[in-house]
């Protein structure tokens, strides 16, 4: 069965500086999808960034960018120049086209520090 | 507006009494999912639907029933809710199975159960 594993519950950084939020996962499929998900305190879900299996190109999106690892079934989310808007839990998903579940992490709490 | 809807959004109810949790959406989507949401678990997928009249179990769909008659519309349906549903559930439409399309959230339904 499909895993996703978030081994940080909880992370700080300070404002203006650099944030690497680790996700791993297990799967025995070759074609797959992963995103990072940020929830603010609104519980709102909002899409940050995607990565398709079958491209070789790390995602980015403005200050948002991963580090995707196939072999090694990591798929990590660095975030530049902290805002205290990114102050938020950021869940890590994966979702793979044979039975099309989609499976969360259990997420990391990021804290901005001003 | 594009947009997913559920209703309510806050539930308190007692064990054993039915109850229904709407979701709509306005986007003509085929697929139509539902998590609960608990701290420390993240986000678990129940049921999800590929298109009218199809659904299929997610991670824990024990105690839920999910009914797909038309595209817009996929309630979640307790018929005999325990106090171990108390959780935050969300719905969630994409506009197809392929991991490409955005899911789209809901606001979140909290709901407890005494």
């Known amino acids: 069965a499909q895993t996703v594993t978030q081994s940080q519950p909880e992370m700080s950084v300070q404002e203006a500086e650099t944030v690497t939020l680790s996700c791993t996962y297990d799967t025995s499929e070759s074609d797959y999808y992963l995103f990072w998900y940020k929830q603010p305190p609104s519980r709102q879900m909002i899409l940050v960034i995607r990565q398709e299996a079958y491209k070789q190109q790390n995602a980015t999106e403005n200050r948002f960018s991963v580090n995707f690892q196939k072999a090694a079934k990591s798929f990590s989310l660095k975030i530049s120049d902290s805002q205290l808007g990114d102050a938020a839990m950021y869940f890590c998903a994966y979702r793979s086209p044979p039975d099309d579940k989609i499976i969360f992490g259990k997420g990391t709490r990021l804290h901005i520090l001003p | 507006e594009a947009q997913v809807t559920q209703n309510p959004r806050y539930l308190i109810t007692v064990t054993g009494k039915k109850l229904t949790v709407t979701c709509s959406q306005n986007?003509?989507?085929?697929?139509m999912s539902w998590y609960r949401q608990d701290p420390g678990l993240g986000l678990r997928q129940i049921y999800y639907s590929m298109n009218v009249e199809v659904t299929d179990k997610g991670d824990v769909p024990e105690g839920y029933k999910v009914s797909r008659k038309e595209k817009r519309n996929f309630p979640l349906i307790l018929e005999s809710p325990s106090p171990n549903q108390t959780s935050l559930y969300f719905c969630?439409?994409?506009?197809?199975?392929?991991?490409?399309?955005?899911?789209?959230f809901g606001p979140g339904t909290r709901l407890t159960v005494t």
């Open positions: 969630a439409s994409s506009l197809s199975t392929s991991g490409l399309y955005e899911q789209y």
């Open positions: 986007m003509n989507h085929e697929y």
